[in-house]
T-cell receptor, first 110, second 115 residues
Framework: RKEVEQDPGPFNVPEGATVAFNCTYS??????FFWYRQDCRKEPKLLMS???SGNEDGRFTAQLNRASQYISLLIRDSKLSDSATYLC???????????FGQGTRLTINP | GAVVSQHPSWVICKSGTSVKIECRSL??????MFWYRQFPKQSLMLMAT?????????EQGVEKDKFLINHASLTLSTLTVTSAHPEDSSFYIC???????????FGPGTRLTVT
């Protein structure tokens, strides 16, 4: 079983739609969680950190459920520029290491 | 945000040669740098973690004698792929972090093609 699991997609949705991504992690010692965005042939870029209380940044909302070891990302009013691969990431268990999920590919259609 | 550069951005080399990739943190001191490899349509796989002034810690299955990592200063780490083979062709990405945080800032990556 992979340490961080995501639905690989691809997700194809129309512009303006709301999209939800889910992710589970298996290491209960994980302490920090992030969503990264990666465009084709580019490096990952930090989208947002994820906190137990939930956090929002504009159209993006992230949630963490430690009891279920589950992380989510919600994108509202999706834009064409949101097309990318979204990586669920867990950190913790020592040595500042991050473990990446396989990514979920999202395409927003006009 | 923190800026990390990588050089070269792409390289093509012949089988059997060695390639050095540099990773620099431009506006902060990186106590820890990480090297990842990403094959097409796959996620990032951590190869090794390096702390300034000490030996790198390699992930299971990564040959330390083939992938030489040096982290001589707080702003520079290098990865040398020795005796490269076509199966080493991949996207190599470094990231940098500072002590006490899990946030990592990624370089733009180096695309290596071994012919």
């Amino acid at each position: 079983r992979k340490e961080v699991e995501q639905d690989p997609g691809p997700f194809n949705v129309p512009e303006g739609a709301t999209v939800a991504f889910n992710c589970t992690y298996s290491n209960s010692a994980s302490q920090s969680f992030f969503w990264y965005r990666q465009d084709c042939r580019k490096e990952p870029k930090l989208l947002m950190s994820v906190y137990s209380s939930g956090n929002e940044d504009g159209r993006f909302t992230a949630q963490l459920n430690r009891a279920s070891q589950y992380i989510s990302l919600l994108i509202r009013d999706s834009k064409l520029s949101d097309s990318a691969t979204y990586l669920c990431v867990a950190g913790g268990g020592g040595a500042q290491k991050l473990v990446f999920g396989q990514g979920t590919r999202l395409t927003i259609n006009p | 945000g923190a800026v990390v550069s990588q050089h070269p951005s792409w390289v093509i080399c012949k089988s059997g040669t060695s390639v050095k990739i540099e990773c620099r943190s431009l506006d902060f001191q990186a106590t820890t740098m990480f090297w990842y490899r990403q094959f097409p349509k796959q996620s990032l796989m951590l190869m090794a973690t390096s702390n300034e002034g000490s030996k790198a810690t390699y992930e299971q299955g990564v040959e330390k004698d083939k992938f030489l990592i040096n982290h001589a200063s707080l702003t520079l780490s290098t990865l040398t792929v020795t005796s490269a083979h076509p199966e080493d062709s991949s996207f190599y990405i470094c990231s940098a972090s500072w002590q006490g945080t899990y946030e990592q800032y990624f370089g733009p990556g180096t695309r290596l093609t071994v012919t």
